[in-house]
């Protein structure tokens, strides 16, 4: 076995010189590693979250991957922010089988009256605890407001390296994106932070981006792997191998040690067979139902996976 490994496994904390090494390094290797530290921290079990998309399409921004950009040509469905009583029945009936349930807007932000809703409705909320947000860049009293009405975990993703940021997105910055992430952090949110992969961007791109998220402490890290959507900018960029998404995930395990790390987006489309893999490669999560504008896998073919693994949902 390699010797980096070795140390790994002895409880090596790696620098980004030695992260970017073990891309070079064989996958069983990689995920002895990986396992060892995700057994550490999270034992046997097994996190599984699910989303609505709560308002689709037409965002002002301009990233390239992204369906809901009104500067991409897509066909997905296309509406404002849904009734609350129905996002209140749909994660309440979601959360009799997930431990998490994400509320997603498309747009920069939410305004002031979606956010009065929401809050309204998570006060009435039976397990508002259990409730993230992703609702974009958001001021300080929507943050209070959010905290005030129950909820404890806010979603933005960082989606790659500051270095390769500006090749997806012109329309904000990432100091933007770091900022509302610091500031839902200074509110006491849990932060669930992560990226995309395959979208052109370097092994040293991942790297970098995984380094950030450990400094900024984000506690649950989704993990999304390209899928090209025709009518967006990056629909003729082929998808990810599997062993080299496997690699990446390992990779964010070694570095990032303790945080959750949820396998979310592209997952079926992407690794198809190696599925059961994402844990052996350090991942203790992931996203079932589907995801924003495209399908994934049901509940119960996911619950019969981890089974199968002898891996244990948690409660
Ligand atoms: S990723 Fe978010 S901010 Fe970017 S275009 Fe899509 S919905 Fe808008």
């Given at each position: 076995m390699e010797s980096l490994i070795l140390e790994i496994v002895n409880g090596k904390q790696i620098n980004k010189n030695e992260a970017l090494k073990l891309?070079?390094?064989?996958i069983e290797d990689l995920c002895l590693a990986a396992s060892k530290i995700r057994k550490q921290y999270k034992g046997n079990k097994v996190k599984v979250c699910s989303i609505i998309n709560a308002k689709s399409g037409q965002c002002s921004?301009?990233?390239?991957?992204?369906?809901?950009?009104?500067?991409n040509k897509t066909d997905i469905k296309v509406y404002p922010l849904l009734d609350t009583k129905k996002i209140k029945d749909i994660s309440e009936k979601a959360l009799e089988n997930v431990g998490c349930f994400g509320i997603v807007s498309s747009g920069n932000s939410l305004n002031n009256n979606e956010i009065d809703k929401l809050c309204e409705m998570f006060k009435q909320?039976?397990?508002?605890?259990h409730l993230g947000v992703s609702?974009?860049?958001?001021s300080d009293e929507s943050f209070h407001k959010l905290r005030e009405a129950g909820i404890k975990k806010m979603h933005h993703n960082l989606e790659t390296s500051a270095n390769f940021y500006p090749n997806i997105c012109s329309t904000h910055s990432y100091q933007e994106r770091l900022d509302t992430l610091k500031r839902a952090k200074s509110f006491g949110f849990e932060l669930c932070s992560g990226g995309l992969f395959?979208?052109?961007?370097?092994l040293k791109d991942r790297v970098d981006l995984a380094f950030t998220l450990k400094e900024i402490g984000s506690d649950s890290v989704p993990m999304n792997f390209f899928m090209p959507i025709k009518g967006?900018?990056?629909?003729y960029l082929p998808t990810m191998r599997p062993i080299e998404i496997l690699k990446t995930l390992a990779t964010f395990r070694i570095i990032l040690q303790t945080p959750d790390i949820m396998v979310c987006g592209g997952r079926e489309i992407n690794l198809?067979?190696?599925?059961?893999w994402i844990f052996h490669a350090g991942a203790n999560g992931m996203m079932t139902g589907g995801y924003l504008t495209t399908n994934g896998r049901d509940i119960v073919t996911d619950k019969q996976m981890v089974k199968d693994l002898d891996l244990e949902l948690e409660a």
């Open positions: 891309f070079d390094l064989e921004e301009d990233c390239k991957f992204c369906a809901q950009s009104s500067f909320h039976k397990k508002s605890s609702i974009g860049r958001i395959g979208i052109g961007e370097s967006t900018a990056l629909e198809r067979d190696l599925q059961s």
